[in-house]
């Protein structure tokens, strides 16, 4: 494994003479204080839109009442997108103890990755890559994920699983045969489910022993480990929704044709996109075991299929709209009518005044 200091993520072989990255003098690990780690955290829906020219950032609760969008790195978040800014925030997920954001962005002038203070107001780069870490174009929900225990942030760059230790900005590459376009940590935190090429392979954070789950049945960028810890399931995409297990025996819980796809983890199963009779792609939720039929919980349609925090609801998008629903598709709304796209879920402390 390969150990780089921070901001030394670069196309270039030397580091002699580069720019420094935006933000620079903040590369430090940003300090948390006492109040904001003893918050309590809630459900934060993350998305970007398009304003004046480019995607900005934006943050809003469950209900979707409270909109928020990340000014200018250092003006923390802000009631109206601002227009003014340069380049496009394309994905961001919030650390497990909602202390911060890890954000990729063009900001800078090309795809880099950010750290952010829940409140916005403190930000640094921690790559400065003149060509990108990856093309836009390949940025997804698991383009990077914090550990269980918010230590450690896994991202790709080049190709490659990277994994950042929060406390003193170090990095380590993973792997070295590129191809890698999906990551995830397992409930332990001690190994990362890969998405790399059509093949699910796991990696062990501390040796770097790497082990192919699956070989060449991987068909989109998508993946999630199971929801237990005490389960070596790693869920993914493959025909469908699809599940391998610790001794590589794989099983397909559900069909589906729909691409692109998603899927996100319930505890009573996987939600995914699938064909309905109507022809247009609903969300489906398969049972874990493959002998239970699958249950439809859309009706309208639906593009993308994300998880609550709680795996108790579901948050979809409908014709560029965000929506969400229990589980069995009940309490159906709509959360907003400007088209967002980029979307995640974590948790975050309350924003100050009408959030609260």
Same mark, same amino acid.
Request: proline fraction near 6%.
């Given at each position: 494994?390969?150990?780089?200091?921070?901001?030394?993520?670069?196309?270039?072989?030397?580091?002699?003479?580069?720019?420094?990255?935006?933000?620079?003098?903040?590369?430090?690990?940003?300090?948390?204080?006492?109040?904001?780690?003893?918050?309590?955290?809630?459900?934060?829906?993350?998305?970007?839109?398009?304003?004046?020219?480019?995607?900005?950032?934006?943050?809003? &609760?469950?209900? @979707?009442?409270?909109?928020?969008?990340?000014?200018?790195? =250092?003006?923390?978040?802000?009631?109206?997108? $601002?227009?003014?800014?340069?380049?496009?925030?394309?994905?961001?997920?919030?650390?497990? #103890?909602?202390?911060?954001?890890?954000?990729?962005?063009?900001?800078?002038? *090309?795809?880099?990755?950010?750290?952010?203070?829940? #409140? @916005?107001?403190?930000?640094?780069?921690?790559?400065? $890559?003149?060509?990108?870490?990856? #093309?836009?174009?390949?940025?997804?929900?698991?383009?990077?994920?914090?550990?269980?225990?918010?230590?450690?942030?896994?991202?790709?760059?080049?190709?490659?699983?990277?994994?950042?230790?929060? *406390?003193?900005?170090?990095?380590?590459?993973?792997?070295? +045969?590129? @191809?890698?376009?999906?990551?995830?940590? +397992?409930?332990?935190?001690?190994?990362?489910?890969?998405?790399?090429?059509?093949?699910?392979?796991?990696?062990?954070?501390?040796?770097? &022993?790497?082990?192919?789950?699956?070989?060449?049945?991987?068909?989109?960028?998508?993946?999630?480990?199971?929801?237990?810890?005490?389960?070596?399931?790693?869920?993914?995409?493959?025909? =469908?929704?699809?599940?391998? +297990?610790?001794?590589?025996?794989?099983?397909?819980?559900?069909?589906? *044709?729909?691409?692109?796809?998603?899927?996100?983890?319930?505890?009573?199963?996987?939600?995914?996109?699938?064909?309905?009779? *109507?022809?247009?792609?609903?969300?489906?939720?398969?049972?874990?075991?493959?002998?239970?039929?699958?249950?439809?919980?859309?009706?309208?349609?639906?593009?993308?299929?994300?998880?609550?925090? &709680?795996?108790?609801?579901?948050?979809?998008?409908?014709? =560029?709209?965000?929506?969400?629903?229990?589980?069995?598709?009940?309490?159906?709304?709509?959360? =907003?009518?400007?088209?967002?796209?980029?979307?995640?879920?974590?948790?975050?402390?309350?924003?100050?005044?009408?959030?609260?």
């Amino acid at each position: 494994m390969v150990v780089l200091s921070p901001l030394m993520l670069r196309a270039d072989s030397t580091a002699a003479g580069s720019t420094p990255a935006p933000d620079s003098s903040k590369s430090k690990a940003m300090p948390v204080s006492a109040s904001a780690k003893a918050q309590a955290l809630e459900e934060t829906v993350f998305f970007t839109v398009h304003a004046g020219g480019h995607e900005v950032l934006g943050r809003c &609760t469950a209900n @979707g009442t409270c909109k928020a969008y990340l000014g200018r790195f =250092g003006q923390g978040w802000q009631p109206f997108p $601002d227009p003014r800014l340069n380049g496009d925030d394309l994905i961001a997920a919030s650390s497990p #103890d909602g202390t911060q954001l890890a954000l990729l962005s063009t900001r800078g002038g *090309s795809v880099n990755l950010w750290l952010i203070s829940s #409140d @916005g107001r403190q930000s640094s780069a921690v790559t400065d $890559d003149d060509a990108g870490i990856m #093309d836009a174009d390949a940025v997804n929900a698991c383009s990077l994920a914090f550990s269980p225990d918010s230590k450690n942030l896994a991202y790709i760059a080049r190709g490659e699983a990277w994994v950042l230790r929060l *406390s003193d900005r170090q990095t380590r590459t993973l792997t070295y +045969n590129g @191809g890698v376009r999906a990551v995830a940590w +397992n409930p332990a935190g001690d190994s990362l489910a890969l998405v790399q090429d059509a093949n699910i392979r796991r990696i062990d954070v501390a040796g770097g &022993t790497i082990r192919t789950l699956v070989a060449n049945g991987c068909d989109q960028p998508n993946l999630a480990w199971s929801l237990s810890a005490k389960s070596d399931d790693v869920f993914y995409l493959g025909r =469908g929704a699809s599940r391998v +297990n610790g001794s590589n025996k794989a099983e397909l819980l559900m069909p589906s *044709s729909v691409q692109p796809n998603s899927l996100a983890l319930l505890p009573s199963g996987v939600a995914l996109l699938a064909p309905s009779n *109507s022809g247009q792609p609903e969300v489906f939720v398969a049972p874990y075991s493959a002998k239970e039929s699958p249950t439809q919980v859309t009706q309208g349609g639906a593009q993308r299929v994300l998880a609550s925090p &709680t795996g108790k609801s579901i948050y979809f998008v409908r014709e =560029g709209s965000l929506w969400r629903c229990e589980i069995d598709g009940s309490h159906s709304r709509q959360l =907003g009518a400007v088209p967002v796209s980029n979307i995640n879920v974590g948790q975050l402390p309350p924003l100050p005044g009408a959030c609260q």
